[in-house]
């Protein structure tokens, strides 16, 4: 939901308050309660206005991604939750749209998260300004210049393992378009006592560990180094590794950044030479040695160093050693020479070092200057980053003069921050034409003068002391704090003559007090002329003059005796005083925006929030001051057009829409609200709110109107959505309706349709029943009035003519008629007779029943009378023929199977032509009878069954058998020998001639034949032997008959022959007692 949302206000979804401005009741608890509820929601910016908080989350948080830079690029500052990116935006959008400078001021305790904070800052506003080759080149190098100035000026501490050990600011310039054009960069004090010696648990600045680690044997051996950090005396043994950082790495990343920042090979070079030369400095170690006046001089233990380091830096040796022993003190013109003691030489080694190092590290910033410097004269916009340490306080007064002035230095920060706000809310109060009341605040004016007044400052009083002729100490230049700043408000000393002190035993005697802005702070004096004077004896600035190494030679200006200058070198204090003056001037003519950065804890761990800790930042960062000095006059303003959109839902005329100005829908808006009237103005822009809980009703009354307006919203929308949907549905619906009717209109309509037509069809086919059976009806009575007529005309005539008939008249009407019919009849067959043809079967149809015998009698008589009108036709011969053949048909039909096949056949009786045939001559001259017939016929062997062939010849008294071949006769039988003819009822043409016993021709026994005209030769031997010897001769037709053969008798039986006998019926004897004939 938080993702997809999509914010327009600081306001919406505020963990705590996003702006400090709003919190209500403001008080220190409160302040903290914030800071913590936000921090443990991961918030880790909260605003006081235009100032953004931070807290050091010490842990990478997912809100610095690209994707963040895009959401807050061009966003307004309230726009969205306090972030970083909103304040860097805000400030390069004013830079480059409004033309106006503006400086970003960083403080904070060390390791609050400035220097983080101020990368952010500038990642922030490479990210989002122009690009291009040029401009790339430019961002780089104003980026890389960040780790060469870390690597030489951070350090590990206790509180911050890469703590910033200077102040750093830098003017980035950018061009009319808003691409940067290039840098300056001006430090600020740097720890150099940390070069000689470091607290416990400390480290030296960061190279000398990356040198050590990072760099090739050939570059260690070419700087005499040996990589071994213990061989180092200013090299802090207990932490000389820090967790989770890669020393090697890390000099490999600075030496890339100062190729990319632009320092030469021999530049790099000579820069590791002096980085050398002081950590071998360290090494050297005095003795004492008696001299003849009894006083100590010290002398180089060990010369090895000595000598390394003059290789090195190309100073002569004994110059350099010479400048250990002596110190030549030059007054009025005179020199005066002293040697050095043990302490004074380790003192001379320590201030060597520490100069060496801190003249070195100016140089690098110059030398960086150098290089990002704009190359064009066009005139610049600038944007300043100050990344100085916070207030800074020691318990236990260990406050010391580094303290002093870092706490002079962000005394002078808020002095400024307070005339810059309330200057900035004055202008915007003129600018929106509202009155300006006076704002109680407090101005820490007085405690800069404090410190800084020219007479009688304590920055003043340390010069006086340490340029002051005679024994010049710490306590020295306290007794003179305790006389000059007695009576000031703000300084608290046991000693002064203020009384009020006097017994205060929290206050130790070598210590002062003054009250700071941000609270109280114990100095103790010890250090404070020692490190103001910042002493390096001159013979070791000329020894340093005279190296051969150029590098060397320009850190060391003061060494060159042409240009001696007895004036003492200006003190530490009053160079700071300077540069913070030059820093401040420069503030002031730009537009400040703050950064105020808060360490949660003292454990370097995320997620703790130390309460005391936090506290503590708050207090002397004067975070309440400056919600106090923010929240004066109006503790919230915002343009009439933001606020009237952000609010018009709470007004009904300014609801959903306002036509009129801005200005007036908000004054309608808050009239209706009924907000009184003293906790807002009208400015020409915007409206002013004077308490936070008036906004907070506001945000409120928003926030309860909101959900209505949601809940109104969703009614409409669900309503909408239903009101669609039940639409949606009663379109289809009637739709579906319509279809539907449509569909059972048609139904309804086929299926009338089609009982109508039924119903009418019924209707029709009943009424032209009705009037068919009415017509018929008629029709009937027409008929029968006719008939009715008829007779009764009839009747009418009958008893008119009765008269005139006889008795019997009905009867021979009745016969006439007969008569009539009986002649119509005739007439009718008369010309309906059938063909002649005795076989032709047709025969009209009978006209009345009564006729039936009639008719039948004239189709008999008609039949008989085309027979004889046939048979009429026929000659003797014929005649005799068909006499024969009816012979045949009375003996053989219906008896003998083979009798129809014989019907077709005429008979020709004498087949074989006797008479023609020489042949047969002798035959023919025997036979003197007529031949009847003359045919060949087998006869069958009576032994065996086998045939011979014979003719067969039959006249009218004999039966003759004769060779076929010869002609010769065999038998003569006399037809009144015969007896008897058998055969088959079959189809074959067997027959047995049975003789007379006893008889001649017998003697031989019967004969068994087989001829193709045996029903013709059978046929006749009967008619022959009937009209020979008026006798029938006897037909047997049997399938088992006895034939006699001599004097046995032989059974000729006939059987169903089996097919493969072919057609020719077979003969075999079977025994003695059996022939069997197989008839197929
Ligand atoms: N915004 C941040 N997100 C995550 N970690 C951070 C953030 N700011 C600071 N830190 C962590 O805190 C450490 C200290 O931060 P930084 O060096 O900026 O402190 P500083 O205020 O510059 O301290 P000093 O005054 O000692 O230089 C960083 O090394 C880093 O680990
Ligand atoms: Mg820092």
Redesign the pocket.
Known sequence: MAKTEVKTSLLDNMIGVGDMVLLEPLNEDTFIDNLRKRFDHNE?YTYIGSVLV?V??????PIYSPEKVEEYRNRNFYELSPHIYALSDEVYRSLRDQDKDQCILIT??????????SK?VMSYIAAVCGKGAEVNQVKEQLLQSNPVLEAFG?AK?V??????RFGKYMDIEFNFKGDPLGGVISNYLLEKSRVVKQPRGERNFHVFYQLLAGASEELLNKLKLKRDVSRYNYLSLDSATVNGMDDAANFRTVRNAMQIVGFLDHEAQSVLEVVATVLKLGNIEFKPDSRVNGLDESKIKDKNELKEICELTGIDQSVLERAFSFRTVEAKQEKVSTTLNVAQAYYARDALAKNLYSRLFSWLVNRINESIKAQTKVRKKVMGVL?I?GFEIFENADNSFEQFIINYCNEKLQQIFIELTLKEEQEEYIQEDIEWTHINYFNNTIICDLIENNTNGILAMLDEECLRPGIVTDETFLEKLNQVCATHQHFESRMSKCSRFLNDTSLPHSCFRIQHYAGKVLYQVEGFVDKNNDLLYRDLSQAMWKTSQPLIKSLFPEGNPAKINLKRPPTAGSQFKASVATLMKNLQTKNPNYIR?IKPNDKKAAYIFSETLVRHQVRYLGLLENVRVRRAGYAFRQAYGPCLERYKMLCKQTWPHWKGPARSGVEALLNELEIPVEEYSFGKSKIFIRNPRTLFKLEDLRKQRLEDLATLIQKIYRGWKCRTHFLLMRKSQIVIAAWYRRYAQQKWYQKTKSSALVIQSYIRGWKARKLLRELKHQKRCEEAVTTIAAYWHGTQVRREYRKFFRAYAGKKIYEFTLQRIVQNYFLDMKNKMPSLSPIDKNWPSRPYLFLDSTHKELKRIFHLWRCKKYRDQFTDQQKLIYEEKLEASELFKDKKALYPSSVGQPFQGPYLAINENPKYKKLKDAIEEKIIIAEIVNKINRANGKSTSRIFLLTNNNLLLADQKSGQIKSEVPLVDVTKVSMSSQNDGFFAIHLKEGSEAASKGDFLFSSDHLIEMATKLYRTTLSQTKQKLNIEISDEFLVQFRKDKVCVKFIQGSQNNGSVPMCKRKNNRLLEVAVP
Do not use: W
Not at 159 to 164: I, P, Y
């Open positions: 880790v931070s050091n989350p010490y842990r990478s948080l904070g305790e060390s390791g609050a998260g400035k220097t983080e904070a952010l951070n501490t509180r911050n393992d890469n703590s910033s990344d340490y950065c």
